[in-house]
């Protein structure tokens, strides 16, 4: 980088650095990444409006700013997880800013909290997918009293047995992912084996075709290469990163829709996932096994996935326990 272009974006400051880095991740192809820094921009620009900036430069890119930062989004109602996506963010670039030498490291970020907390994971036990899997959805939606026969009705009713089907194909699928589930193409199945590249960790992953996962591909035919009528974009890769959002979005609406109609389910796109995992700890598969079936990069990981369904266990025993103490008087 030539002297002259370093003065200048020295003298733009650090927000507009940061979208100058956005802009430019952008036109890499880097879509996810430049979501993310237009996120943090536009969080970090409503802040500086608070204290009557525009944009703030480097030098004064200080420890104290960005503890004022940190506190102002915990003023916003912010959970943790969510100030530090907006922390590391800014701390990403920043540090672009330092190896491009634009400024030195004064090290603003020390003392903000940027780590990942555990949240609470739920997954659905087997019976509660039977449920989901048999589940009359006509019937539930004309009961709910909003939909009458039509096409409106026909409408909802195919978007949630896509949904339930997509739910039930991901957990025989050991547990897939929706972002690789969106992105696979009919390519990955070779044979009696559907092998495909984790979007995450890269780890390759070959799932053996069954009866189930093959009936749901039958029932919703593509007319792209993609194995499943997800996504239809392929040549833009920032309108297939948008066509995904927008899927990801329907997709958990219409699982919460679901949920709804069995009591109260909690579905997310990640309750397959975590009830797989669940549902071979329940039946002693060993935990170095559960993790490379998933294609994580560490067992850590899939304790995290683990760790409810270890206090369930440790509840029942207790209640199972009292019960016994108390002849069921509890």
């Not at 420890?63 to 943790?80: F, M």
Request: glycine share 4%; aromatic share 10%; hydrophobic share 35%.
């Amino acid at each position: 980088m030539k002297q002259g272009e370093k003065e200048r974006k020295k003298r733009k400051g650090f927000l507009a650095f940061l979208n100058y880095e956005k802009e430019r991740q952008r036109q890499n192809g880097h879509i996810s990444v430049a979501n993310n820094y237009a996120s943090a921009a536009h969080s970090f620009s409503r802040f500086l409006k608070t204290k009557n900036k525009t944009d703030v430069s480097f030098e004064k890119m200080t420890s104290l700013l960005v503890s004022d930062y940190e506190a102002w989004l915990q003023t916003c109602g912010l959970c943790r997880n969510t100030t530090s996506f907006y922390i590391r963010a800014l701390q990403s670039v920043y540090h672009k800013a330092v190896r491009q030498s634009l400024t030195e490291d004064r090290q603003p970020f020390c003392g903000t909290y940027r780590g990942v907390a555990r949240t609470i994971k739920r997954a659905i036990d087997a019976s509660e997918l039977c449920q989901l899997s048999t589940l009359d959805i006509r019937g539930a939606l004309i009961s709910s009293g909003n939909y009458e026969s039509g096409r409106r009705l026909d409408n909802m009713q195919h978007q949630l047995e896509f949904a339930r089907d997509i739910f039930i194909f991901c957990f025989c699928a050991r547990g897939l992912t929706f972002v690789d589930l969106a992105h696979m193409r009919k390519s990955s199945i070779s044979g009696s084996l559907l092998a495909y590249v984790r979007r995450k960790t890269k780890q390759r992953i070959e799932v053996q075709m069954e009866p189930m996962m093959q009936a749901v591909i039958d029932r919703y035919p593509s007319d792209t290469d993609y194995l499943l009528p997800i996504l239809t974009k392929t040549d833009n890769m920032e309108a297939v990163y948008q066509q995904y959002r927008y899927a990801l979005g329907r997709y958990n609406a219409r699982l919460e829709m679901l949920g709804m109609m069995l009591g109260g389910l909690k579905l997310t796109s990640y309750v397959s996932r975590h009830s797989w995992a669940s549902a071979a700890r329940q039946q002693n598969v060993p935990l170095s096994i559960i993790s490379q079936s998933m294609g994580h990069d560490s067992e850590k990981t899939t304790e995290i996935y683990l760790k409810s369904l270890e206090c369930n266990v440790i509840n029942k025993t207790n209640h199972d326990l009292l019960s016994h103490v108390f002849q069921n008087n509890v």
